[in-house]
């Protein structure tokens, strides 16, 4: 024992089935106390339970049972046998899909009356399903039948047929309803009786409750609506909320006389009744008033959203009826009684004149000084003042807009503040070519700021769309001076400039700039005054700029050429290909070979990586060490391997079929042929030779196949030829290829006809097919070329005023003849001549052909016409379009002339036109307008309502200010877009302006369109402003903070997910901020309160949350929690509980939060896992406290005999230990009988 303790005998050898202090055994159940402690000792103990041995409170069990009766009439299947375990009848295989899919456990029994018991057990959730289930499927389909009115069918389905789903999920029957084309009034219900007579009498009370229902309709004229509805809609909502039914009256404007009332029928009455009482009222004593106040005000008498004339209806019972804000008409009528129509009267006036327009005279250029930087400038002159400046685009006037005394006060002061300006500003306008307007601007505007900063100035250049020179500087005359000398002096520098392009291969220019631009800085040290600019990666240009004075830039593209040129030579590559089973003796030990030859040749060789299946090696360098290194590598090859190459021939004609597509064909046969190389000639050379190159037996193979391939293509591709002149090919092809197309399809051969100045071969015919094919084809086409060898000449009228429109422009229309005929010469009487013969000589087909075709142009030009088309010479440029496009597809698609008057002539009637002008005799028709159209009559009509549909007009559409930031887009991108789509001119007022009117300038058609698209993005605007306000309800609710945390979730998981599922936002508070409890959800209006349920749900569960305390083991603590709380985590998950632990390594309280049911779920759970892992460490303790054991009482003895001792294992009281005298006395000894025997009854004692 510990401490040199020596046991008892009693301890070390207790009595079988005695009571003495022996090791209490283990108990079973989990809550009772376990031991391994010796009785009396100090051995380890273990609590496992309530202390004090109180005991644990009972757990409820997780499974349920429920038992369901069948009587026999309402039974789906009737049979003698309810079991399933021998037959497979329909009832059994029911019950077992059903059993299936809820995982519970089903037994029936039937009854000697044929009625049928069920019970279910397992957990309460799938009981219940289950018991849907056999109530669905055991059960007999009863039908049933009933009358509900046809108007009440669409209340009864709901939207998309949700009441009637959830009234047949809670009763689990099928409820049809008669579609609405279909007169049938009846609904039929499906299913078990109880759920039947259940679905039926909801129908019965829900139809019952819409029979008391009432609508009625009264006509009433709609001038009379205001005073029904009253002011600001009081009238109206009184009634409503008096009567509880809905009171619908359509507004005045709309001219609709109907008024709708619906609700419960008493209230529709009382409502009808009220409704009524109010018309008559303000019929009594109705008058009408028209007065005229200008159109300018009538927006000041309505007031904002209305409320001007509510204000009067409310004060004076007069409602003002003003025109749409859109008419033209002025009038405003006033409608009520007679006796308030002054008062009414007078507060019209007053507020159609409240406020007045004032103009004020200031320069158009002036207007942003004026305005001032972020508006300060006009800000500061308005800031005391209720007016409103509006600067219009157009014009030198600035509008005032207010109360009249301010608006007067505006007027002084901005006065005021333009002649001071006037005084101490100016401008200037310098003309620089615009080329040079990018330099000016610089990168980002670097430059122009430069200077606008530097000299306090504005500058406006014109962009390249404008194609304008002109540079405007505004500013004090001082920096405006200054700014002019630094633009001139730098367009003075730029115009001494000279720019360069260097073509590089795209590939050398990472080279050129060097590493981390090394060679760009020596270059700049070299040519310090020479900008060079490469061009950006994926534009795949080869084109270097270089910018600068002319000498520098010169001597810098020599230089950068010849530095291109060293980096190009260094740079040639050339692939061989070595056996693969030869790479390792080029490479040589540790690379010796290899590296030998790279510093032989100065060349770099790069070896396929390991692994590969590649037998190509690269080599890179100067071309003729390339080629060294090549001839060395490949000397290595042939000393290994007995390596040959091959040639041999096949006509050059035959490569492409051979190679196939891509390379597929060759490559295969190679492949095959155990990688041997096969060379072909390139594409441009005739030769017939193919090099083979590989070991012997293999280039044998390859060999035989090719020459064996180039048999069977030589004679699916026999080949002629044909001497044709070049003339004739046109005519043989026929007009579009009609000709050839024939004869290809007749003798399934083609004929090739070579491109015009393609050589010496230009007459050659090349025809290929099979051999009789190509024969027949050549007999055809060398009896139509014998025939067009016969030469002819023939004559053909022509009246000598159409002679001018062949030979025009150098006789371009008879050499397209002549080409389209076998190359007939026509010739045409020489120019002053009266005679009309026209000579052809040419074969006698060809000369039919071209007499025909000048019949064909006679007939055309006596069918043509010439009409003018007057359009202002100014919509001139327009109408020709860029490069005259426009124009030239007007031409092309009537297949007429148009011809423009000269510019000279333009701009000697501009001069004589401005004379006119001075002395008051302008003509009324400008020959500078006319266009002359030419063409048949039909064409010119069309082409000249094409041109006047060209004529650009400017349209305006207005758009309210807010949007037009979205009309712009992102840097102006989506109004250039507009504009470039449909080919205008778009403009948008500045913001500063307050101008809601966006102008559209380009041809009708194009603007109409532009237009319908913007009108289209600013309904799409309204829908997303609209959108984003019912987006926008807010609803804020009050949670406990201690709620915060389980509404949030682990990492935000339960909040983002009520997010995600309602789409909406939510924002909790901080736990400092001073309104910590309130949580604020933003969305549309359902999702809000959906989320807000949800919210309140959780909220709910949390608070009906129990908290309950086990005392489990500490030592099985860390079986329970698991690797990184995964096991925890899951009984969590599962159970719906949260799951505490102590934080004291020896504490033994759990705590576990949840709803009641899944408290003591989870607490049975933990329990029955605690008891598993509590057994395990119960036997680890009693195998180890054994060992422990019997450790101890050798350890000492196993000491003493080191020690030299040998007393061995003593045990205190034991039979053998007593006093040898008494136990054994001397033989004719006294004997000591007064103590009883220590080991044995008495009775075996010695008696002498």
């Given at each position: 024992m510990e401490n040199g303790e020596v046991s008892t005998y009693a301890e070390a050898f207790p009595p079988l089935g005695g009571g003495g202090a022996a090791i209490k055994?283990?108990?079973?159940?989990?809550?009772?106390?376990?031991?391994?402690?010796?009785?009396?000792?100090?051995?380890?103990?273990?609590?496992?339970?309530?202390?004090?041995?109180?005991?644990?409170?009972?757990?409820?069990?997780?499974?349920?049972?429920?038992?369901?009766?069948?009587?026999?009439?309402?039974?789906?299947?009737?049979?003698?046998?309810?079991?399933?375990?021998?037959?497979?009848?329909?009832?059994?295989?029911?019950?077992?899909?059903?059993?299936?899919?809820?995982?519970?456990?089903?037994?029936?029994?039937?009854?000697?009356?044929?009625?049928?018991?069920?019970?279910?057990?397992?957990?309460?959730?799938?009981?219940?399903?289950?018991?849907?289930?056999?109530?669905?499927?055991?059960?007999?389909?009863?039908?049933?039948?009933?009358?509900?009115?046809?108007?009440?069918?669409?209340?009864?389905?709901?939207?998309?047929?949700?009441?009637?789903?959830?009234?047949?999920?809670?009763?689990?029957?099928?409820?049809?309803?008669?579609?609405?084309?279909?007169?049938?009034?009846?609904?039929?219900?499906?299913g078990n009786k109880e759920g039947v007579e259940v679905?039926?009498?909801?129908?019965?009370?829900?139809?019952?409750?819409?029979?008391?229902?009432?609508?009625?309709?009264?006509?009433?004229?709609?001038?009379?609506?205001?005073?029904?509805?009253?002011?600001?809609?009081?009238?109206?909502?009184?009634?409503?909320?008096?009567?509880?039914?809905?009171?619908?009256?359509?507004?005045?404007?709309?001219?609709?006389?109907?008024?709708?009332?619906?609700?419960?029928?008493?209230?529709?009455?009382?409502?009808?009744?009220?409704?009524?009482?109010?018309?008559?009222?303000?019929?009594?004593?109705?008058?009408?008033?028209?007065?005229?106040?200008?159109?300018?005000?009538?927006?000041?008498?309505?007031?904002?959203?209305?409320?001007?004339?509510?204000?009067?209806?409310?004060?004076?019972?007069?409602?003002?009826?003003?025109?749409?804000?859109?008419?033209?008409?002025?009038?405003?009528?006033?409608?009520?009684?007679?006796?308030?129509?002054?008062?009414?009267?007078?507060?019209?006036?007053?507020?159609a004149n409240s406020i007045v327009n004032e103009e004020v005279s200031a320069p158009s250029w002036l207007h942003r000084f004026i305005i001032g930087r972020g508006g300060e400038n006009i800000k500061n002159i308005t800031q005391d003042l209720h007016v409103t400046v509006n600067f219009p685009k157009e014009g030198d006037i600035i509008v005032i807009e207010g109360p009249p005394d301010e608006v007067q006060s505006a007027k002084e002061s901005l006065e005021n503040f333009t002649e001071g300006l006037m005084a101490t500003m100016e401008f200037v306008e310098v003309h620089i070519d615009q080329k040079y307007h990018p330099h000016i601007i610089g990168k980002k505007g670097?430059?122009?700021?430069?200077?606008?900063?530097?000299?306090?100035?504005?500058?406006?250049?014109?962009?390249?769309?404008?194609?304008?020179?002109?540079?405007?500087?505004?500013?004090?005359p001082q920096g405006v001076a200054a700014a002019k000398k630094m633009i001139l002096e730098m367009a003075t520098k730029l115009a001494n400039e000279l720019t360069v392009s260097v073509d590089i291969d795209q590939k050398?220019?990472?080279?050129?700039?060097?590493?981390?631009?090394?060679?760009?800085?020596?270059?700049?040290?070299?040519?310090?005054?020479?900008?060079?600019?490469?061009?950006?990666?994926?534009?795949?240009?080869?084109?270097?700029?270089?910018?600068?004075?002319?000498?520098?830039?010169?001597?810098?593209?020599?230089?950068?050429?010849?530095?291109?040129?060293?980096?190009?030579?260094?740079?040639?590559?050339?692939?061989?290909?070595?056996?693969?089973?030869?790479?390792?003796?080029?490479?040589?030990?540790?690379?010796?070979?290899?590296?030998?030859i790279r510093e032989e040749t100065n060349t770099k060789i790069d070896m396929p990586k390991e692994g590969s299946d590649s037998d190509v090696i690269l080599i890179t360098g100067r071309k003729e060490n390339v080629?060294?290194?090549?001839?060395?590598?490949?000397?290595?090859?042939?000393?290994?391997?007995?390596?040959?190459?091959?040639?041999?021939?096949?006509?050059?004609?035959?490569?492409?079929?051979?190679?196939?597509?891509?390379?597929?064909?060759?490559?295969?046969?190679?492949?095959?042929?155990?990688?041997?190389?096969?060379?072909?000639?390139?594409?441009?050379?005739?030769?017939?030779?193919?090099?083979?190159?590989?070991?012997?037996?293999?280039?044998?193979?390859?060999?035989?196949?090719?020459?064996?391939?180039?048999?069977?293509?030589?004679?699916?591709?026999?080949?002629?030829?044909?001497?044709?002149?070049?003339?004739?090919?046109?005519?043989?092809?026929?007009?579009?290829?009609?000709?050839?197309?024939?004869?290809?399809?007749?003798?399934?051969?083609?004929?090739?006809?070579?491109?015009?100045?393609?050589?010496?071969?230009?007459?050659?015919?090349?025809?290929?097919?099979?051999?009789?094919?190509?024969?027949?084809?050549?007999?055809?086409?060398?009896?139509?070329?014998?025939?067009?060898?016969?030469?002819?000449?023939?004559?053909?009228?022509?009246?000598?005023?159409?002679?001018?429109?062949?030979?025009?422009?150098?006789?371009?229309?008879?050499?397209?003849?002549?080409?389209?005929?076998?190359?007939?010469?026509?010739?045409?009487?020489?120019?002053?001549?009266?005679?009309?013969?026209?000579?052809?000589?040419?074969?006698?087909?060809?000369?039919?052909?071209?007499?025909?075709?000048?019949?064909?142009?006679?007939?055309?030009?006596?069918?043509?016409v010439t009409v003018e088309c007057s359009i202002p010479h100014k919509k001139h440029r327009s109408i020709l379009g860029p490069k005259g496009s426009n124009v030239q597809a007007v031409t092309q698609e009537y297949n007429v002339t148009i011809k423009f008057p000269d510019k000279q002539q333009q701009q000697h009637q501009q001069q004589d036109g401005d004379k006119d002008d001075e002395g008051g005799m302008a003509s009324d028709s400008d020959p500078r307008d006319i266009i002359l159209i030419s063409g048949r009559q039909e064409n010119c009509d069309n082409a000249k309502k094409a041109l006047l549909d060209l004529i650009p007009v400017t349209i305006y559409i207005s758009v309210p200010i807010e949007y037009h930031r979205y009309i712009v887009g992102t840097r102006g991108q989506d109004i250039r877009s507009l504009a470039d789509k449909y080919h205008v001119q778009v403009e948008v007022p500045r913001p500063e302006l307050q101008d809601d009117r966006i102008s559209i300038y380009g041809t009708a058609q194009n603007c109409e369109e532009a237009k319908h698209v913007l009108e289209n993005r600013v309904l799409e605007l309204e829908a997303e402003k609209e959108e984003r306000e019912l987006r926008s309800y807010t609803e804020v609710i009050k949670v406990a903070q201690k709620h915060h945390p389980n509404i949030i979730g682990r990492r935000g998981a339960t909040i983002n997910k009520i997010r995600d599922d309602n789409g909406v936002r939510i924002q909790m508070p901080e736990k400092d901020h001073a309104k910590s409890d309130e949580i604020t959800i933003i969305g549309y209006e359902h999702q809000v309160h959906s989320a807000k349920e949800a919210i309140l749900r959780i909220v709910r569960e949390l608070e009906e949350q129990i908290t309950d305390e086990l005392d489990i083991d500490h030592r099985v603590h860390s079986r329970l929690i698991g690797a990184k709380g995964k096991a925890v985590a899951k009984v969590m998950e599962n159970f719906?509980?949260?799951?505490?632990?102590?934080?004291?390594?020896?504490?033994?309280?759990?705590?576990?939060?949840?709803?009641?049911?899944?408290?003591?779920?989870?607490?049975?759970?933990?329990?029955?896992?605690?008891?598993?892992?509590?057994?395990?460490?119960?036997?680890?303790?009693?195998?180890?406290?054994?060992?422990?054991?019997?450790?101890?009482?050798t350890a000492k003895p196993l000491e003493d005999t080191a020690k030299g001792s040998r007393t061995g294992y003593v045990v205190k009281g034991a039979p053998w230990s007593g006093s040898e005298g008494d136990e054994f006395p001397a033989i004719g000894g006294p004997a000591n009988t007064s103590k009883a025997p220590t080991w044995g009854p008495s009775s075996l004692g010695p008696k002498l």
């Open positions: 055994p283990t108990a079973g159940p989990v809550g009772h106390s376990h031991s391994s402690k010796p009785a009396g000792g100090k051995g380890p103990t273990s609590s496992w339970g309530p202390p004090g041995g109180a005991p644990m409170k009972s757990i409820p069990t997780s499974t349920v049972t429920q038992i369901i009766s069948v009587p026999v009439e309402e039974r789906r299947y009737k049979s003698s046998d309810p079991s399933f375990g021998g037959g497979d009848s329909q009832q059994a295989a029911v019950v077992r899909d059903i059993m299936s899919k809820t995982g519970c456990t089903i037994e029936m029994n039937q009854a000697k009356d044929m009625s049928l018991s069920i019970m279910i057990t397992g957990r309460p959730s799938s009981v219940k399903e289950a018991h849907r289930l056999i109530m669905s499927e055991l059960h007999t389909k009863y039908n049933v039948e009933l009358r509900v009115p046809k108007q009440h069918h669409g209340m009864l389905l709901g939207k998309q047929a949700s009441n009637i789903k959830q009234l047949e999920q809670s009763t689990n029957t099928k409820i049809s309803v008669p579609r609405q084309e279909d007169s049938s009034e009846t609904v039929r219900i499906t679905a039926r009498q909801r129908l019965m009370s829900f139809t019952e409750d819409l029979s008391k229902q009432g609508k009625e309709i009264l006509t009433i004229e709609s001038e009379f609506h205001p005073f029904i509805c009253g002011p600001n809609n009081s009238h109206l909502s009184s009634i409503q909320e008096a009567t509880g039914v809905r009171v619908n009256v359509p507004p005045f404007s709309s001219g609709k006389s109907d008024i709708n009332i619906s609700g419960e029928k008493e209230g529709v009455a009382q409502a009808a009744a009220s409704v009524k009482q109010l018309y008559q009222a303000a019929k009594r004593n109705y008058t009408t008033v028209s007065v005229e106040v200008r159109k300018t005000q009538h927006r000041y008498v309505i007031g904002p959203k209305g409320q001007g004339v509510q204000e009067i209806l409310e004060k004076t019972g007069v409602y003002v009826d003003v025109p749409m804000l859109g008419s033209e008409d002025a009038t405003i009528t006033l409608r009520g009684p007679q006796h308030k129509m002054g008062e009414a009267l007078t507060l019209v006036y007053s507020k670097a430059n122009v700021n430069k200077i606008k900063v530097e000299t306090c100035t504005s500058i406006t250049i014109p962009s390249d769309k404008q194609k304008s020179d002109v540079i405007r500087i505004e500013g004090d050398w220019h990472k080279l050129v700039i060097g590493a981390n631009g090394e060679n760009m800085r020596e270059l700049r040290d070299r040519f310090p005054g020479v900008h060079v600019a490469f061009p950006e990666q994926g534009l795949r240009s080869n084109k270097v700029t270089l910018r600068g004075p002319t000498d520098e830039v010169n001597n810098c593209a020599a230089y950068l050429g010849k530095k291109a040129k060293d980096i190009a030579d260094s740079n040639y590559k050339s692939e061989v290909k070595i056996f693969k089973k030869f790479h390792g003796s080029i490479i040589g030990r540790g690379g010796a070979t290899l590296k030998r080629e060294k290194a090549k001839r060395q590598l490949q000397d290595i090859e042939k000393q290994m391997a007995l390596v040959v190459d091959v040639t041999i021939k096949i006509p050059h004609k035959q490569h492409n079929a051979i190679i196939g597509p891509r390379g597929k064909l060759i490559r295969s046969i190679m492949e095959e042929c155990g990688g041997i190389r096969i060379q072909f000639p390139s594409s441009d050379s005739t030769s017939d030779e193919v090099q083979l190159h590989g070991p012997k037996e293999d280039v044998n193979k390859a060999k035989a196949m090719l020459l064996e391939m180039a048999a069977q293509h030589a004679i699916e591709n026999y080949t002629e030829e044909l001497t044709c002149s070049h003339e004739y090919h046109k005519f043989l092809i026929g007009k579009g290829g009609s000709k050839i197309r024939k004869i290809r399809s007749q003798f399934s051969a083609r004929v090739l006809f070579p491109q015009k100045g393609s050589g010496d071969d230009s007459s050659i015919v090349t025809i290929i097919g099979t051999k009789e094919n190509v024969t027949a084809v050549k007999e055809h086409l060398s009896k139509l070329i014998k025939d067009l060898d016969n030469v002819t000449e023939d004559e053909v009228m022509v009246d000598s005023k159409y002679h001018r429109h062949f030979v025009q422009r150098r006789g371009q229309l008879i050499h397209e003849i002549s080409d389209e005929n076998g190359g007939v010469m026509i010739t045409f009487p020489r120019a002053g001549t009266s005679s009309d013969k026209v000579t052809i000589k040419g074969a006698k087909q060809c000369v039919e052909g071209a007499k025909q075709a000048i019949a064909e142009v006679i007939e055309e030009l006596e069918a043509q719906n509980v949260t799951i505490r632990f102590p934080k004291d390594k020896t504490g033994s309280v759990v705590t576990v939060t949840g709803l009641e049911e899944n408290v003591e779920d989870a607490k049975e759970h933990l329990l029955l896992l605690a008891e598993e892992y509590m057994q395990d460490v119960i036997e680890k303790q009693e195998e180890q406290d054994l060992l422990n054991q019997y450790t101890r009482r």
